[in-house]
């Protein structure tokens, strides 16, 4: 079973790339980030001619989240659900079965002086709370997704000049590893414990693949029982190396059948 995660940067310009990498791989889930796309005009037949199911919500412009599943979920559901701003086009959840996928798309933050960062701090607090309320840490649970967080130095090029950073600044290292600790592994580190391994690669820097000057920010993090059953995880470089690509590309991992 493959479950990945794709920030796609507007869905319908990277359609030809999203279905070039489906009928290649043949993933069980794609999770994908940044539709930047109202539900009316979510290019949902292509998926469907593909024999996937379409979980989707978003918004023109901005944000929007969508996971796509070759089984039909048994639930769907969108949003924080907790009172507050409901946030319903940065998180998708599915049920499969037994198992449990949660696509999220963290707030980035701006600045560390901005209104947005706070925000984001209290947005993974809010997503632990809501662990907590639908979900047990024994449970098979993956989330994944653009989380706008490189939880280490070794997940960025050139920490050293990145320590204000709203995707490394201690604070939000902190506040993310206070939901990891809910009860998530991040899968990719059981795999590649290695440095320079890197999922985001800025538009502005020349040849950034090649330079191997980027970002860890997208994630697979799965609880001790769905992480016994993995195989692999790993990063797809090649949909950033397309024409017209996303400043993101896949990660997938591999489970035994749940």
């Not at 020349?206 to 980027?214: C, E, L, P």
Request: glycine share 4%; net charge neutral; charged share 25%.
């Amino acid at each position: 079973m493959m479950i990945a995660t794709f920030n796609v940067n507007s869905i319908r310009s990277r359609l030809t790339i999203v279905l070039d990498w489906i009928q290649e791989h043949k993933p069980d889930v794609l999770c994908l980030q940044e539709t930047k796309v109202t539900d009316p005009d979510f290019p949902q037949l292509a998926f469907t001619e593909l024999g996937y199911h379409a979980s989707f919500h978003g918004e023109k412009s901005y944000n929007g989240v969508a996971i796509l599943s070759r089984q039909k979920p048994t639930a769907v559901s969108f949003g924080l659900d907790d009172g507050l701003a409901p946030d319903e086009t940065r998180l998708a959840y599915i049920r499969l079965g037994s198992l449990h996928v949660i696509n999220t798309y963290v707030p980035q933050g701006r600045d560390i002086e901005h209104p947005m960062y706070p925000y984001k701090l209290q947005w993974f607090a809010r997503l632990r709370a809501y662990f907590d309320r639908h979900f047990k840490p024994s449970s098979l649970v993956a989330w994944v997704g653009d989380l706008n967080i490189a939880p280490e130095a070794m997940d960025i090029h050139n920490a050293a000049e990145q320590e204000n950073h709203v995707c490394f600044h201690p604070s939000v290292r902190a506040a993310f590893e206070h939901t990891r600790q809910w009860g998530f592994i991040d899968l990719f580190r059981k795999y590649h414990p290695e440095p320079g391994q890197y999922s985001y690669f800025d538009y502005r820097t020349i040849h950034a693949v090649q330079r191997k000057m980027g970002w860890r920010v997208d994630h697979i993090l799965t609880t001790p029982a769905l992480t016994k059953r993995s195989r692999d995880c790993r990063i797809d470089l090649a949909p950033r190396l397309r024409e017209k690509p996303s400043d993101h590309t896949v990660m997938l991992a591999e489970f035994d059948r749940l």
